[in-house]
């Protein structure tokens, strides 16, 4: 994990900010297409994102990493959000036009998964948040709960029970108190805000977050694609 795969297409984007770069990780038989964009500490290689775009394309999902134009220029820290968003619509495009007719799931992982709620539109199927910051670590009164709550289809957030920027029961109180009750919210056992196994986490307990997180976003986008009906 953390090395792009040996079949991952890299596809120039150009952007008002610079040129971004889009990692295609194509599914043979595609049922949904899911676009992720990384952190402001991190690149398209962390933890999470590495996995979900080895696993998912063996069980129909076709994944793209998009790596920010600051990032592929060099720079070490992120712009302000308008400049993440001006990056991530002409990736969003990009991949409408590359994988046409594919229901399309959009997210990424921190600043990543804000900068896919604030850039969600009417076109896209759903969103999944890798580790959400809902408010910086120790300041739970500068919430960001709003940007998630304004997300106008089904929502899955998978959140380390540790995690200092909000932890999963924070982010279901504070969606709840926004008034939004589209999400799926998954604990992730022990994890802090990177997901990443520790060394010291058995093997089996990893490869059990693994597990996880792929089915985690699997059965959410089985679910949101092909509905169960309600009781009556």
Not at 45 to 70: C, F, I, K, M, N
Not at 115 to 125: E, I, N, S, Y
Not at 128 to 139: D, E, M, R, T
Not at 200 to 212: D, H, N, Y
Request: charged share 20%; with cysteine; hydrophobic share 45%.
């Amino acid at each position: 994990i953390g090395e792009t795969g040996p079949m991952s297409e890299t596809v120039r984007v150009e952007t008002p900010d610079g040129v971004g770069e889009l990692l295609l990780d194509a599914a043979a038989t595609p049922m949904a297409a899911l676009l992720l964009g990384h952190g402001a500490g991190g690149g398209v290689d962390s933890w999470d994102l590495a996995l979900l775009a080895r696993e998912l394309p063996a069980s129909g999902v076709s994944v793209a990493r998009y790596r920010q134009p600051w990032l592929v220029a060099g720079r070490k820290v992120a712009g302000p959000p308008a400049s993440l968003d001006r990056g991530w619509l002409p990736a969003l495009e990009r991949i409408r036009g590359a994988w046409p007719g594919l229901p399309l799931f959009t997210g990424g992982r921190s600043a990543g998964a804000r900068c896919a709620c604030r850039c969600f539109d009417a076109g896209t199927t759903g969103l999944v948040a890798l580790s959400f910051p809902l408010h910086p670590p120790g300041k739970p009164h500068k919430t960001r709960v709003s940007e998630l709550a304004a997300v106008g289809a089904p929502v899955l957030v998978l959140q380390g029970a540790n995690d200092p920027f909000g932890g999963p029961a924070d982010i279901a109180r504070a969606l709840a108190d926004a008034g939004y009750s589209g999400e799926r919210i998954v604990p992730v056992p022990v994890a802090t805000h990177s997901l990443a196994p520790t060394k010291s986490l058995p093997a089996p307990t990893a490869a059990e977050r693994e597990q996880l997180l792929v089915g985690s976003v699997l059965i959410f986008i089985a679910d949101t694609l092909d509905p169960v009906p309600s009781a009556e």
